[in-house]
């Protein structure tokens, strides 16, 4: 059972997304964000550094460990840069885990093509991984940034480089064909992404299970694009983090699947009743709150291995 907040939270996000529903319009194109200036939390140091010249946002909790370091994909759709609601999630992922974060802050843009983004999230982190030899490294992705996450892992893994020790995967956008059944199953209960009451799934269907021009004149089923379609054989062991109404939720079971075909060591893990990316979006949720620590656990457990690890 989903809490009191969680339902009133979903109920209020139903409504304000409710315009952009009616209409098909895409969120990350659509919303506007606000630039605020961001004030880190006390107890954590920000700064900004490029690597293999791409911006990227640091966050350091006071004592930070020297062995560890997680390094951030965010989402957004290939549209949208760091924005503050990131900030906060990877300055809260740097305060629970003791670790330096580094989140990359890829270029965006509404006009831009595969694989722009996602070679610009390869070349910092290869960039990172040089100058974090010996470190042990965890990659967390949400949505959009779990493909870029794992195309950077899979380039990287089919030249022999070093691979993380482990891998978080959040509400993962990883299947641009959206063939899942979840688009259909969820198509009313998600409610960021979902139809209105009263328009019908078969009428609908090319509007809900949501397309990106990103992809051109690539295959929506190419591995590297799509990883829920790719070959984990060598990779790191994943958390796959989702909740249960998100229109894509069987991009995570893919995601999951995949992983266990390889013999990879992932773990699947549903949060009842809740929507994408939730735990960024409201993080003062019981819910949110929950999911933020079982991620500090599984990062903080992830001590064997590390960037020399394949």
Same mark, same amino acid.
């Given at each position: 059972?989903?809490?009191?907040?969680?339902?009133?939270?979903?109920?209020?996000?139903?409504?304000?997304?409710?315009?952009?529903?009616?209409?098909?319009?895409?969120?990350?194109?659509?919303?506007?964000?606000?630039? /605020?200036?961001?004030? *880190?939390?006390?107890? %954590?140091?920000?700064? =900004?550094? +490029? &690597?293999?010249?791409?911006?990227?946002?640091?966050?350091?909790?006071?004592?930070?460990?020297?062995?560890?370091?997680?390094?951030?994909?965010?989402?957004?759709?290939?549209?949208?840069?760091?924005?503050?609601?990131?900030?906060?999630?990877?300055?809260?992922?740097?305060?629970?885990?003791?670790?330096?974060?580094?989140?990359?802050?890829?270029?965006?843009?509404?006009?831009?093509?595969?694989?722009?983004?996602?070679?610009?999230?390869?070349?910092?982190?290869?960039?990172?991984?040089?100058?974090?030899?010996?470190?042990?490294?965890?990659?967390?992705?949400?949505?959009?940034?779990?493909?870029?996450?794992?195309?950077?892992?899979?380039?990287?893994? /089919?030249?022999?480089? *070093?691979?993380?020790? %482990?891998?978080?995967? =959040?509400? +993962? &956008?990883?299947?641009?064909?959206?063939?899942?059944?979840?688009?259909?199953?969820?198509?009313?209960?998600?409610?960021?992404?979902?139809?209105?009451?009263?328009?019908?799934?078969?009428?609908?269907?090319?509007?809900?299970?949501?397309?990106?021009?990103?992809?051109?004149?690539?295959?929506?089923?190419?591995?590297?694009?799509?990883?829920?379609?790719?070959?984990?054989?060598?990779?790191?062991?994943?958390?796959?983090?989702?909740?249960?109404?998100?229109?894509?939720?069987?991009?995570?079971?893919?995601?999951?699947?995949?992983?266990?075909?390889?013999?990879?060591?992932?773990?699947?893990?549903?949060?009842?009743?809740?929507?994408?990316?939730?735990?960024?979006?409201?993080?003062?949720?019981?819910?949110?709150?929950?999911?933020?620590?079982?991620?500090?656990?599984?990062?903080?457990?992830?001590?064997?291995?590390?960037?020399?690890?394949?």
């Amino acid at each position: 059972m989903i809490s009191f907040g969680a339902r009133l939270f979903k109920l209020l996000l139903r409504i304000y997304t409710y315009p952009y529903r009616k209409k098909h319009m895409s969120l990350s194109r659509s919303v506007r964000v606000k630039a /605020d200036r961001y004030v *880190p939390p006390k107890g %954590a140091a920000f700064f =900004v550094r +490029a &690597y293999g010249g791409v911006r990227t946002e640091i966050f350091v909790p006071d004592n930070a460990c020297r062995d560890r370091l997680i390094v951030m994909f965010h989402g957004g759709g290939h549209t949208r840069g760091m924005s503050n609601m990131y900030r906060k999630a990877a300055a809260t992922y740097a305060t629970a885990t003791g670790c330096e974060v580094r989140a990359i802050d890829y270029t965006p843009g509404a006009d831009l093509v595969y694989p722009s983004v996602h070679d610009e999230c390869l070349r910092a982190y290869d960039a990172m991984a040089d100058e974090a030899a010996g470190k042990k490294i965890v990659c967390i992705g949400d949505s959009f940034g779990v493909g870029l996450m794992l195309y950077t892992c899979l380039k990287r893994r /089919d030249v022999a480089k *070093p691979l993380p020790s %482990a891998l978080v995967s =959040v509400s +993962a &956008y990883v299947d641009l064909a959206a063939s899942g059944e979840s688009y259909r199953k969820n198509c009313y209960s998600d409610p960021m992404y979902s139809l209105p009451r009263g328009m019908k799934f078969r009428d609908n269907e090319h509007f809900i299970r949501r397309r990106t021009p990103y992809a051109a004149g690539t295959d929506e089923k190419d591995p590297y694009l799509s990883p829920a379609y790719a070959d984990f054989s060598g990779m790191p062991r994943m958390l796959v983090i989702c909740g249960d109404c998100e229109t894509s939720e069987s991009d995570s079971d893919m995601l999951h699947s995949a992983a266990r075909r390889a013999g990879t060591d992932v773990t699947l893990r549903k949060y009842r009743g809740m929507f994408h990316d939730f735990m960024y979006i409201a993080p003062r949720l019981k819910e949110s709150k929950r999911a933020i620590s079982e991620i500090a656990g599984f990062i903080l457990d992830s001590g064997s291995g590390g960037a020399g690890r394949r």
